[in-house]
């Protein structure tokens, strides 16, 4: 992944400081972004980022409301650098901390950073240990959730590195929704989020060392989000209602949970950029061929071919966009895509040839997000109704049979990949399967 | 001596999906001279239920459990109908508009209103008939299966009745009763077993039997090919009038099927007679047989040895047709003959006079540079192996001595050479002993506890956790650490050993003797899951269901090493298990506990510092 920004570059790339006097000015990334999809998507930002960045607003917001309403919003950062210093930074040896926190027990600090280790926030792409500014923690217990920072001149300062928008994008859908009663209960659903968790020990250490980290003294009003547009389509609504659904799911575990809301916010999002990519360029919908490992060749090129035309799409919407645009910020928006799928078990792998499958975390999220909790749904509804109707994922016959695909992949093929969709779930306790004519999806079946 | 044909091998064919014939497979098309009339504990229930002032019955389970049959039969008994006359009022008024009354003569005063099929209504009909049939003082039967059931009694026209139904039949799986009231009765099929029952007492023992009867193939007595027939040696293999090995043999292929339903997977009666059929006669007829004879090189009849087919179809039959057999699809995952133990594969392939010579599924065509016509390997496989030259000779060996020594496994298997303690690693499961010694309650006070230990050890695994040695506490991480393998975690709970208990599920759920209505008394049982319980600090107790595939994964994570794709799904559903109780416990102290390398270790926080000492 690309280096971060220098901080001016990036609060020129996000058109904070741009005085648009000159209207043949090429516009940058983040703009034609923000234009094509309500929010920025970025490189920097995919994969996990854009879910850690909603938990930020939602949970580090200056009110008690966890989703506001009104124009801009003020968040409190949190930096957490004390803790991700200790684990990830060789030079945290001559920080004073290590004496005034850590009383120079070096028993104690590697014990510490064996512990912290552990709560690390997946890289796809880290292959060696990261820098401490690009590792970050996963947000397990409400007081693990922090920002983006880094150490300059000698200080830390919390800014903008890897949550560049796309979280903000998915906070201002669920603060904007006109459906109220809904925006209620995703309110309460993000109250209890984190109540079981309030008093366990790994929130009473994460309080801890939070309070030794840097944080904002004051709330800040953050531009990006209010530069978010928000209720452009109704595909908003989608994801909306897998919030809710997840947050309404009471017998998971707040861990589950948590994860979901992640994963749906990530899966959400590509699914966002696809369709509004082609609807700027006029378009029709098109579903996104999943190969679900029936060992289909055609299939498996198909699902291939279905990446590189969405990936091409999304090029194509930003150079109809802004035909000056820098090739390196046009790919940063169509890399936005694959990393974001890829990181969250939507494309088979982060390197070589792609294409779209379902790891069984993603199958879990997704069925967290739109299976009720209480009632299960049969499998045939569920490829049919959820994955195709309402997701656009076209994975059995009926979804091929729809979108036309039957004219250039025999139907058996998709029959034969629903099947092995069907064995997936049934094997990660997703699907019951009653008898040959009845399965449910249902994730009561997995506890 | 004539080439005879024998009726009753054209029967066991007509129960193969795959003949054109198949009509022995559905009990509307059969015909009263061969009809196999098993007698279930389904059937005996259903009796008394309706004997006893039950409302309505509702029998639910996959199709090809028997449902229909048991329809049939229950006419005949409760009404005193014949069968055939039993026979037709299923095809004809058992749709749940009719009300059939005994038989004129009849001394029986009952009357039945039997729902057949509930796939032949659209749910939301369905869900009104049910409403209706509560108005009249006849027994209602209804068959569907269950998810079908669910549907029906969920539908938008499903009222009091329907709920009350539902009601019924969701809690039978929490607290094991077919009835709770004793107007209301749920006979759910799927829980039952075809290998219940010991003594050559289970479903497929008796089938076996009756198909192995010496009345049945007395016409092949007299027959030319009788020496070389492999349906006629495979009726011997399982005749205990034929050999007395039989009666092991048969219990191994009860072992069989029982742990394929340890496994989670649900061996309805059709099935199994389907798979026996086919185990018999590997699909041939008595022509097929005499022209194979004729035409075949010698040792062709061992690949149709009832051992074999049960896991490697014969090159006479397609995969397509034997996907027809939904049985054969699962079988071939537990073959012994693809299991390597030492101490047996010693005996069959080094001891000779292990198997008696010239036994016909036992002679294999000789390779082309051998001197013989046949080898017999019952000399192991010594003959097999000669001076291969180049690339393919070696391959043709090896597929050869392959062939010869998993048949040789699988035969060993059957025969019970091996200790019965092995029968378990022969199907694949190193622990499947254990497993059996909890379902059959075998184990004394010692080995429970030792056993117990283990599990904690496997849990502790799982959860990413190692001890310098092993504990009889059970320690529980917070979920967040729940997926790391570093050794390093927070603990949330430590449960001590009194507190996690192994139960089999019938336990669960009470004496069978003390319930009334328990689910053991309403079908032919085995248990299939262990339960493991876990009483957390609140005193709530916690259950877990773990079959015979999660619990096998279990005792390998307690030995050290755990395959985590292949067991990917249990891992996760125990790990969310152990997260939600570690969830449900708070702290009680501003004290951390961590387990780390193994050792446990505190975190104290004292106002702006922090300390790490031994705990």
């Known amino acids: 992944m690309a280096a971060p920004f220098k901080s001016v570059q990036l609060e020129a790339a996000i058109g904070l400081n741009m005085q648009d006097d000159t209207t043949e000015k ?41 989703l506001p309403a009104g124009d ?89 590195l890897y949550l560049r928008g796309g979280g903000a994008l998915a906070f201002k859908i669920l603060r904007s929704d006109p459906d109220t009663m809904r925006l209620e209960c995703i309110r309460e659903g993000f109250k209890l989020l984190y109540s079981a968790t309030v008093e366990s020990p790994l929130e009473i250490l994460a309080g801890f060392i939070n309070e030794q980290s840097k944080t904002d003294e004051q709330p800040v009003v953050d531009d990006i989000e209010k530069a978010t547009q928000a209720n452009l389509d109704d595909f908003e609504n989608v994801y909306r209602d897998g919030i809710l659904n997840i947050l309404q799911q009471g017998d998971a575990t707040s861990v589950a949970k948590i994860r979901a809301v992640m994963g749906w916010t990530a899966l959400w999002l590509v699914l966002m950029q696809n369709r509004r990519a082609r609807h700027s360029l006029g378009m029709a919908e098109s579903p996104i061929i999943c190969d ?54 939507f494309l088979n792998a982060w390197r070589g040839r792609k294409h779209f499958t379902f790891s069984v975390d993603a199958l879990e999220m997704i069925v967290l997000a739109t299976i009720p909790a209480v009632h299960g749904m049969p499998f045939e509804r569920f490829v049919t109704e959820v994955l195709y109707d309402r997701l656009g994922l076209a994975v059995g016959r009926g979804a091929a049979e729809a979108s036309g695909l039957v004219n250039s992949i025999d139907a058996s093929i998709f029959e034969e990949n629903e099947a092995q969709l069907a064995l997936q779930m049934i094997a990660a306790g997703l699907v019951t399967q009653y008898s040959d004519a009845t399965r449910m999806v249902s994730r009561r079946t997995a506890s | 001596m004539p080439e005879n044909k024998n009726p009753h091998v054209y029967r066991l064919v007509r129960f193969l999906p795959f003949d054109p014939s198949h009509d022995q497979i559905y009990e509307e098309y059969q015909v009263t001279s061969d009809s196999l009339n098993l007698e279930t504990v389904a059937f005996r229930y259903v009796l008394d239920a309706a004997d006893s002032g039950a409302r309505v019955i509702v029998l639910t389970g996959d199709a090809g459990h028997g449902k229909t049959h048991l329809c049939r039969r229950v006419i005949e008994s409760f009404l005193g109908y014949g069968e055939e006359e039993a026979r037709r009022l299923i095809n004809e008024a058992c749709d749940g508009r009719q009300i059939l009354h005994p038989k004129d003569g009849s001394t029986t005063a009952g009357a039945l209103r039997i729902f057949k099929d509930f796939s032949e209504f659209a749910p939301e009909i369905a869900a009104e008939l049910v409403e209706d049939s509560n108005t009249d003082e006849a027994v209602t039967i209804i068959c569907a299966n269950e998810g079908r059931l669910r549907a029906v009694l969920s539908s938008s026209r499903a009222r009091q009745y329907c709920a009350e139904l539902l009601k019924s039949f969701e809690s039978s799986f929490d607290d094991g009763k077919a009835s709770r009231d004793g107007r209301i009765h749920i006979v759910n099929l799927n829980h039952q077993s075809t290998a ?39 009726r011997e293999l399982l005749s205990e009038r034929a050999e007395e090995a039989a009666i092991t043999r048969k219990a191994k292929l009860r072992l069989l099927l029982a742990t394929l339903e340890r496994i989670g997977y649900v061996i309805t009666i059709r099935d199994m007679l389907m798979a026996f059929a ?39 039959l397609s995969k397509e047709q034997l996907k027809r057999l939904p049985l054969m699809q699962q079988l071939p995952k537990l073959d012994p003959g693809r299991r390597a133990i030492r101490e047996i594969d010693e005996r069959i392939v080094n001891q000779q006079e292990i198997f008696s010579h010239g036994q016909l599924d036992l002679q294999f065509p000789a390779p082309a540079t051998s001197d013989e016509e046949l080898i017999d390997a019952a000399d192991g496989i010594d003959e097999i192996i000669g001076d291969p030259r180049n690339k393919k000779q070696r391959a043709i060996e090896a597929d050869n001595v392959t062939r010869v020594v998993r048949a040789l496994r699988r035969r060993a298997y059957v025969d019970g050479i091996g200790n019965d303690a092995l029968d378990m690693a022969h199907l694949g499961f190193p622990y499947g002993a254990d497993f059996l010694g909890i379902v059959h309650d075998q184990l004394d006070v010692p080995a429970r506890t030792l056993l117990k230990k283990r599990v904690i050890a496997g849990l502790h695994h799982i959860q990413g956790l190692q001890f310098s040695e092993q504990t009889p506490t059970l320690h529980l991480v917070d979920p967040a650490f729940g997926r790391s393998m570093s050794g390093t975690a927070i603990l949330a709970a430590r449960i001590k050993s009194a507190n996690v208990d192994l139960l089999w599920l019938s336990k669960k759920w009470g004496k069978s003797e003390e319930v009334r209505h328990h689910v053991k008394e309403s079908v032919d049982w085995i248990d299939r899951h262990v339960v493991l319980r876990i009483v957390d600090q609140r005193d709530e107790p916690h259950d877990l269901l773990l079959d015979l595939m999660t619990f096998d994964c279990i005792l390998r994570a307690a030995a050290g090493h755990v395959p985590t794709k292949f067991y990917e799904h249990d891992i996760r559903r125990v790990a969310r298990f152990l997260g939600r109780i570690a969830q449900s416990t708070k702290a009680t102290s501003d004290q951390i506990n961590l387990i780390k390398d193994g050792r446990s270790q505190t975190i104290s926080i004292d106002g702006s510092t922090i300390q790490v000492g031994a705990a």
């Not at chain 1, 490189?43 to 930020?56: C, I, Q, S, T, W």
């Not at chain 1, 498996?300 to 930003?318: D, E, K, P, W």
């Not at chain 2, 022509?287 to 690949?303: L, N, P, S």
């Open chain 1, 26 to 66: 090429v516009r940058k990334g983040p703009e034609v972004s923000r234009e094509l999809f309500g929010g920025v998507l970025d490189f920097d930002a995919a994969g996990h980022y854009p879910g850690l960045e909603l938990l930020n607003f939602v949970y580090c917001g200056a009110g008690e409301d966890p």
């Open chain 1, 292 to 345: 679900c490992g029936a060992g289909s060749p055609q299939l498996r090129r198909a699902s291939q071919r279905c990446l590189q035309q969405v990936l091409g799409n999304i090029v194509g919407a930003v150079v109809h966009a802004e035909p000056g645009i820098a090739s390196a910020q046009r790919n940063k928006i169509r890399s936005f895509f694959w990393a974001t799928a890829a990181a969250n078990g």
């Open chain 2, 278 to 316: 086919y185990i018999l006669t590997g699909g041939l007829k008595c022509e097929d047989v005499h022209r194979m004879r004729r035409r075949r090189k010698k040792g062709w009849q061992q690949a149709y040895a009832f051992y074999n087919l049960a896991f490697v179809a014969p090159d006479t």
């Open chain 1, 72 to 160: 801009t919003v003020k968040i409190t950062r949190r930096s957490h650098d004390f803790g991700r210093r200790l684990v990830w930074d060789s030079s945290f040896k001559d920080d004073p901390r290590r004496h005034n926190v850590l009383l120079d027990d070096a028993a104690a600090e590697e014990t510490l950073r064996e512990l912290l280790r552990c709560l690390q926030l997946d890289i796809p792409s880290g292959a060696k240990e990261p820098k401490w500014s690009r590792a970050h923690f996963f947000p397990y217990t409400q007081s693990l959730i922090h920002w983006d920072a880094r150490e300059r001149y000698g200080s830390i300062r919390v800014e903008r």
């Open chain 2, 196 to 234: 219940a029952g010991s003594d050559g007492q289970s479903l497929g023992d008796r089938a076996l039997r009756d198909w192995t009867s010496g009345t049945r193939w007395r016409s092949c007595a007299d027959c030319d090919a009788r020496e070389a027939c492999p349906i006629n040696r495979n």
